[in-house]
């Protein structure tokens, strides 16, 4: 078929129709957009915009600018300012630097989030180590910045300024948003100044950037950059959801990966920052670890998903409540549980004191519990490793040395324990290490099943399975250590 050069009224009963498709699915796809503003800005410029929504949204986002006097290199401290003068051969300025001391600058994002307040979130990583802060407007002015509080684990910092006339984010509630909800970000990367940018939520709780911080992100494709942390991440209805704080890239720049912390553990962290200038993490006292479909079938918690209990500390707020070993817990105060990761969010984030509704599973039971948040401990954390493959041979298990218990002539010894086996050494580069286990642990169950000594273990181990669960003593504490 031979296709012919479209006439002039044509072209324009095809422009009006594609322009009409644009306005239905803009409408449609961001439904929750003031459709009567949409409409009014397609009305006059022929497309739709969210050009109506970003005028009452971008006054609200800041340039952070951060000074920090530059230091003497530790490999030149041991010199006294006498020495350098003489090796450098410059009397007024033996590190080569335009003054005595210049100032290492940087830029990034805020949000102003209390205009009454003067209140500007904005991330840990902008701010830290600065000697002065410069908060700019869209207006122009300026202000220096004094800071209340900040976060490295979360990565978030509150500042305020005195400042008239400002305008703040509304917090988004974001327990309904979804993957392919469409977003806007804005910030200032490279310093050239306030940029947009947009694109949907590619992903909700993300974690696993850093293992020592505490993360919940939200993934988003919209285009991020290097000066675009602290910048705003906005719904389609101009409510901030969440605050930009990093990208994966090879190079530095955007590659559609990035990360934003959420609004809810934002407003969490202010309000340790507005009272304490810091956050005191809670903690309950128990290592954790997420329980998997693999683990549900091994184990038969009755659960599905949750935080798996692997230990309960000596002192701690979980023992004073009578949570045990092998406990699955899936909810706190009514928020659901689905994993080791979320429990120590949640946990890390509530006030030391508050007293808090556990519902957790055991032995197949679904149980409530009460307990109070205990105060921050370095020997409480996360045992969310994986482990690698586990194989059996002549010399041990996963590379642990075993040998049968003798209760009669072992230091360990626990009510109830008769019989089971004694890990006599590890290996430090074993999957055996890796998951937990120790020297000097004896093992009494394995996958729930007693074990009285080394030929009941080797036939438990023997059979295929996806994970092996370990119930262990140590120090005549229970615990759980997984092998998967």
Do not use: W
């Amino acid at each position: 078929m031979k296709h012919l050069p479209l006439g002039l009224s044509t072209r324009n009963i095809m422009k009006k129709i594609v322009v009409t498709c644009l306005l239905l699915l803009s409408v449609t796809a961001v439904g929750i957009v003031n459709v009567s503003a949409l409409s009014e800005d397609a009305a006059r410029n022929g497309v739709p915009s969210l050009a109506p929504m970003l005028e009452s949204v971008t006054p609200a986002v800041v340039n952070i600018s951060t000074t920090q006097a530059a230091r003497v290199p530790d490999q030149l401290r041991f010199f006294n300012e006498e020495d350098l003068r003489r090796f450098f051969n410059d009397p007024a300025n033996p590190l080569g630097q335009q003054g005595p001391r210049s100032a290492v600058r940087a830029t990034g994002s805020g949000v102003i989030v209390d205009a009454g307040a003067g209140y500007v979130i904005t991330n840990h990583h902008v701010i830290a180590n600065a000697d002065t802060i410069t908060v700019s407007l869209q207006d122009g002015r300026e202000f220096k910045a004094t800071l209340l509080g900040s976060d490295a684990s979360t990565d978030v910092a509150l500042l305020q300024i005195e400042a008239d006339n400002l305008q703040a984010l509304d917090f988004a509630d974001i327990s309904n948003l979804r993957v392919g909800d469409y977003v806007v970000a804005i910030g200032n990367p490279f310093g050239i100044g306030q940029t947009v940018t947009s694109g949907i939520v590619s992903a909700l709780g993300r974690g696993g950037l850093n293992n020592e911080n505490y993360e919940d992100f939200i993934q988003t494709d919209a285009a991020i950059n290097v000066g675009n942390s602290g910048g705003a991440l906005v719904d389609l209805e101009g409510r901030l959801i969440g605050i930009n704080t990093a990208i994966i890239s090879g190079s530095g720049s955007n590659a559609g990966i990035a990360f934003a912390v959420p609004v809810d553990m934002i407003a969490a962290v202010m309000e340790h920052l507005q009272r304490d200038g810091e956050v005191r993490r809670g903690q309950l006292g128990v290592q954790i670890q997420d329980l998997n479909s693999a683990m549900e079938e091994t184990l038969q918690t009755g659960a599905g998903r949750g935080a798996l209990v692997t230990n309960v500390l000596p002192g701690s707020s979980a023992e004073a409540a009578g949570i045990e070993v092998s406990d699955v817990i899936v909810e706190i105060d009514g928020r659901k549980v689905e994993s080791g990761r979320e429990l120590r969010n949640i946990v890390g984030l509530m006030r030391v004191d508050q007293e808090v509704e556990l519902v957790l599973y055991r032995d197949g039971s679904r149980e409530t519990v009460t307990a109070v948040i205990g105060g921050d401990s370095p020997s409480v954390a996360a045992n969310e490793g994986a482990s690698e493959g586990r194989r059996l041979d002549e010399t041990g298990f996963n590379g642990a040395q075993l040998r049968t218990f003798d209760p009669a002539s072992a230091a360990v010894q626990s009510e109830g324990v008769r019989g089971g086996v004694e890990v006599v050494d590890v290996d430090q580069q074993s999957p055996a290490f890796r998951a937990g286990l120790r020297p000097g642990d004896v093992i009494y169950e394995v996958n729930r099943s007693s074990v009285a000594n080394l030929r009941d273990f080797n036939e438990i181990v023997s059979e295929p399975a996806a994970v092996t669960a370990l119930s262990v003593i140590r120090e005549n504490r229970r615990m759980l250590v997984i092998l998967s």
